[in-house]
């Protein structure tokens, strides 16, 4: 066991086959402590998401080492990419919430991945952080009848209901004002610090990276820049 | 009934929610699913009606043993005619207590300016009624009086209530094959695919009717056994009695079974039926099938983001099944419904013996579910669309 949640080394990334071949990432070396909220910045292009997909095991890591939680990556086989994800926690920036099922149905997906379960108290469990996150009102609607911010925060709901040990978000404060952002970014900071949730954060909201342990930025596939976030760099001098 | 299927699946039913989230698309489907038990009811329908029209003469025979020429032996009513001499070979035989030889002849009946129906022809001993069901017996007593019949008021394209009052003191006249008889009773036995309606005689009002036919050569031989007779092994001694290869013998059972049997599997019109049942199969598993891969391609964001959580293969294949099922079980009961009216409007137009039975009704609801699984196996394909790393 070591203090980081993830570890990339060497991680290099390519699409395609034969002359359409592109390389995607170049010799990525990145340590991301547990408990942590590290940003990943960076243009469009630059390689963040595939960085992000790599290592939320969605896909295959073909050259160079990614540990995901003391487990390795490099190689892994479809049913280890699995058995991870069921370890870790997705908020995309489109929610993808499922439109036919309501508001604490789809966050009960997120539980029902680990077994069937008792659905009662799989439904005050959802019930429970779904009023959290200020939908307790909205609790039967489907995702048609919810605003925007409304279907990201069931989808931030959904991702954290089952305690994940990493989160990984694509922008998702994106859709939500400046008042519910920031609170969504404190909850994943409070999980950190309570749980030892990871939280690895695609994001170009300039508002939240005060609050990043870890800013990370890419471009053309490198990382060009890793700096500790703005509050540990506080938190280190006022320790100094 | 969400809350009924949490409690039956043990997880949310999706598939479910999925498709009554669409009422219209839903409908759609249901109407498709009952469209194709439709289709196959009424094939399996007809094919039953054909195999109950073809068993019903033979219901009609008592007695153990049923002789035919060998030449075009397979249907009753298509037998070749042979030498009465049979049934006193046959009668040598100590556990052949009796025999009777049936005459098969098919008429056309002109009843009106335009109704014509065709007639099969039972030419048959009056005393004979021993060989006959029990409830031929009595009336095939009154045949005994010459060119006398007892028709039957299932005939198709005739007005048969006027024969409803035919009785032996009362005789309702009737004119065919330009000589006037007397309806003196009726039988319901229907003529099923191969004609409009069965009428009794008497041997000799048969050979009235059919001069060029001779006694000496009746279409079957029907032969009572001793009651402890093994019929099998009566069939076989009787057959080295006979020159050989010149009689059919067998039982009344085996010989109803064999021309069912032939007239499904070897006649066109059975053939027909079965390819129309394999139709209305394939229209439901492609009905079903469009349905489900729509329903795939609709949610295939959805489905990938519960690839993303570490949902396995088999939760995909639950949803889809679930699916498929509600498919089936829902759409099933319109069709089984419309299934029943055809059934009962066609037996009313066509007097054929057309009805539903448990076993039918069972084999299409479990084949519905099987087309529905089918179509759902095949809209699965469609799930390898579902990328999750494609979802940031």
New interface residues.
């Given amino acids: 066991m070591t203090g980081a949640a993830i570890e990339v080394r060497g991680l290099d990334h390519f699409f395609g086959e034969g002359e359409a071949r592109k390389q995607a990432l170049f010799d990525v070396n990145l340590e991301v402590g547990r408990g942590s909220l590290t940003i990943l910045m960076g243009p469009s292009g630059s390689g963040k998401t595939t960085l992000l997909t790599l290592m939320g095991c969605l896909r295959e890591v073909h050259a160079g080492s990614v540990r995901l939680l003391d487990q390795e990556l490099f190689d892994a086989d479809e049913a280890t990419r699995i058995d991870m994800r069921r370890r870790l926690g997705f908020i995309f920036q489109a929610h993808n919430l499922h439109d036919s099922l309501t508001a604490r149905q789809n966050v009960m997906m997120g539980l029902q991945v680990h077994g069937r379960g008792d659905q009662t108290r799989h439904a005050l469990v959802a019930d429970h952080l779904l009023d959290l996150l200020g939908l307790g009102a909205r609790l039967d609607y489907l995702p048609a009848n919810l605003s925007g911010g409304q279907k990201q925060r069931v989808a931030i709901a959904r991702a954290l209901v089952s305690n994940p040990d990493i989160i990984f978000a694509d922008e998702p404060t994106a859709a939500l004002d400046k008042v519910s952002g920031l609170a969504a970014v404190r909850l994943f900071k409070e999980l950190g610090s309570a749980r030892g949730t990871t939280t690895v954060m695609v994001t170009h909201d300039p508002r939240i990276l005060d609050l990043a342990d870890r800013v990370v930025t890419l471009e053309d596939g490198r990382i060009i820049e890793n700096r500790i976030g703005t509050l540990q760099r506080d938190d280190i001098a006022g320790r100094k | 009934m969400t809350a009924f299927l ?2 039956l699946l ?3 039913p ?1 598939g479910y ?2 498709l ?2 669409h009422p219209g698309r839903l409908l759609a489907a249901l109407a498709g699913v009952a469209f194709a038990n439709v289709l196959v009811f009424v094939q399996l329908g007809l094919a039953g009606s054909m195999a109950e029209s073809v068993a019903i003469p033979y219901r009609l025979f008592q007695p153990d043993l049923l002789v035919v020429s060998p030449a075009e032996s397979e249907t009753l009513s298509d037998a070749a005619t042979l030498p009465r001499q049979r049934l006193f070979q046959a009668l040598v035989h100590p556990d052949v207590t009796g025999g009777t030889p049936i005459y098969m002849g098919r008429s056309t009946w002109i009843s009106g300016h335009d109704a014509s129906s065709s007639i099969q022809f039972f030419g048959l001993a009056p005393d004979a009624g021993p060989f006959f069901h029990d409830a031929l017996a009595a009336p095939l007593i009154s045949l005994s009086l010459s060119d006398t019949a007892l028709v039957d008021t299932l005939t198709r394209f005739v007005d048969m209530r006027s024969f409803a009052a035919a009785h032996p003191e009362a005789p309702v006249p009737f004119e065919i094959q330009n000589r006037q008889l007397g309806a003196v009773g009726t039988v319901s036995i229907g003529g099923g695919f191969g004609g409009d309606g069965v009428f009794l005689v008497s041997d000799q009002t048969f050979f009235h009717l059919f001069p060029q036919r001779s006694s000496a050569t009746p279409s079957h031989i029907l032969l009572a056994l001793a009651p402890d007779a093994d019929p099998g092994r009566v069939a076989a001694e009787l057959a080295q009695l006979y020159p050989p290869d010149t009689v059919r013998i067998r039982t009344v059972t085996q010989a109803m079974e064999q021309e069912v049997r032939y007239q499904m599997t070897e006649r066109p019109t059975g053939l027909i039926f079965a390819f129309g049942v394999a139709i209305g199969m394939v229209v439901g598993i492609v009905i079903a099938y469009q349905v489900l891969s729509a329903d795939v391609a609709d ?1 295939i ?2 489905y ?3 690839k ?5 293969q088999g939760f995909f294949v639950g949803i889809i099944l679930e699916e498929a099922i509600i498919l089936a079980a829902i759409g099933f009961w319109p069709g089984l419904v419309f299934s029943q009216l055809f059934y009962q409007t066609l037996a009313y137009l066509t007097n054929i013996p057309i009805f539903m039975t448990p076993e039918r009704a069972v084999a299409v609801f479990i084949g519905t579910i099987f087309a529905c699984s089918v179509s759902g196996v095949l809209a699965m394909r469609k799930l390898a669309a579902a990328e ?2 494609d ?2």
Avoid: C, V
């Fill in positions: 949490t409690r043990g997880r949310l999706i929610l999925q009554t989230h949610h964001r959805e990938a983001t519960f993303a959580m570490g949902f396995r999750p790393a979802l940031f």
